[in-house]
């Protein structure tokens, strides 16, 4: 229980009552991207919303490319459903991220995954010995 005295005393945010459901996420795409493709990028996903019904009108659309991360290219997404109703939220997210994966499809950009670059050095004390798939050794 909280005494009335300290109730009294804070600020209480009413989620109910706020304009909307903000979403903010990353959209990840591969480093071998060039920048053309980078900015084609951000331009689809600001082409997505541009416009959208379901955007509170109140609260700017943002899309930069704003970080390279450690194994991606990465594109921030902010904007703010127009209701407040957490599942149709979800659902327009949904509908959201169907038109981005179609458009960079079609644009051939691709999302990124973690991935690792190993280099293999080769030196008297350190053989390098290669093994394909099939299991025969390099040179055999």
């Given at each position: ?9 804070v600020?209480i ?9 903000r ?15 980078v900015?084609?990028a ?6 997505i919303?541009?416009g ?11 899309v930069?490319?704003d ?29 959201v991220n ?26 008297e004390r350190r ?6 798939a099939?299991?025969?050794?390099d040179?055999?």
């Amino acid at each position: 229980s909280i005494p009335n005295e300290r109730m009294a005393s804070v600020n209480i945010d009413n989620v109910q009552r706020r304009p909307g459901i903000r979403r903010r996420t990353g959209i990840t795409i591969t480093y071998d991207t060039p920048p053309d493709k980078v900015q084609r990028a951000v331009d689809i996903i600001k082409e997505i919303l541009s416009g959208c019904e379901e955007i509170h009108p109140d609260y700017p659309v943002n899309v930069f490319f704003d970080e390279f991360n450690d194994m991606s290219l990465n594109i921030l997404v902010n904007y703010w459903y127009r209701r407040n109703d957490y599942w149709e939220a979800k659902a327009f997210d949904e509908k959201v991220n169907f038109m981005i994966l179609r458009a960079f499809e079609a644009e051939g950009i691709e999302f990124a995954f973690p991935t690792t670059t190993t280099y293999l050095a080769h030196d008297e004390r350190r053989p390098l010995k290669i093994t394909v798939a099939n299991g025969s050794k390099d040179g055999e």
